[in-house]
């Protein structure tokens, strides 16, 4: 089971950091990607973090912003957002799978999500 927290509101050019904590599985073996749902538009790729080395990808949109790290130990991934902007607004998910790419049918397990809102 994964767990997203730390959504809020947030102003323009703000900072929020995200959790995603794992239960009941060894966090340690999977690669986490983190995405991003805005209203009933389908889910968007954001970034992931390799479970083998820590690499991580970033998509263009939030490249330099936004910062993907792990604590195996404490079964945590974090996604620290900064400069945040409306259009960051959205429910932010994590999800855990076995290869490093952003296809969302490679992921076996989701969060239920954790809204953002960047607003003033």
């Known amino acids: 089971q994964l767990v997203e927290s730390g959504g809020g509101l947030v102003q323009p050019g703000g900072s929020l950091t995200l959790s995603c904590v794992a239960s009941g599985f060894a966090l340690d073996r999977y690669t986490i990607g983190w995405f991003r749902q805005v209203g009933r538009n389908g889910r968007a790729g954001l970034g992931l973090?390799?479970?083998?080395?820590?690499?991580?990808y970033y998509q263009d949109s939030v490249k330099g912003r936004f910062t993907i790290s792990r604590d195996n130990a404490k079964s945590t991934v974090y996604l620290t957002m900064n400069d945040l902007q409306p259009e960051d607004t959205g429910v932010y998910y994590c999800a855990a799978g076995r290869r490093f790419t952003m296809l969302q049918s490679a992921y076996d397990d989701w969060g239920r999500g954790t809204p953002v809102t960047v607003s003033s």
């Open positions: 973090i390799s479970h083998r080395d820590g690499s991580t």
